[in-house]
Nanobody, 122 residues
Framework: VQLQASGGGLVQAGGSLRLSCATS????????MGWYRQAPGKQRELVAN???????VYEDSVKGRFTASRDNAKNTVYLQMNSLTPEDTAVYYC?????????????????WGQGTQVTVSS
């Protein structure tokens, strides 16, 4: 199972970006899909986590500015980022918790995307 993230770039403070993350591979179901970010010299942190029913939790600093959504038919998750600030500058990673069945036996796992750079200039 592979994840492909896209949509990062350079934007001025106050601007917007939309990230996408698509899964590929033989999977039966994707459960949680999340976005993380890692700024230089900092630990990777959760930005948003979306369950299959669409419910989402957000990191406090992005509440009201970022919106995560998903298309379950495409096993794709999105992150709409508005009112960006320089503090949002980081590499953004997506992940997905998935399940498939091998000879009737469930196999579960988590995959990560390759990361996409978001840079917000002041």
């Amino acid at each position: 199972v592979q994840l492909q993230a896209s949509g990062g770039g350079l934007v001025q403070a106050g601007g917007s970006l939309r990230l996408s993350c698509a899964t590929s591979g033989s999977i039966s179901r994707v459960n949680d899909m999340g976005w993380y970010r890692q700024a230089p010299g900092k630990q990777r942190e959760l930005v948003a986590n979306t369950k299959s029913d669409g419910s989402t939790v957000y990191e406090d600093s992005v509440k009201g500015r970022f919106t995560a959504s998903r298309d379950n038919a495409k096993n794709t998750v999105y992150l709409q980022m508005n009112s960006l600030t320089p503090e949002d500058t980081a590499v953004y990673y997506c992940n997905a918790d998935w399940i498939y069945y091998r000879d009737g036996v469930p196999v579960v796992g988590r995959s990560w995307g390759q990361g996409t750079q978001v840079t917000v200039s002041s």
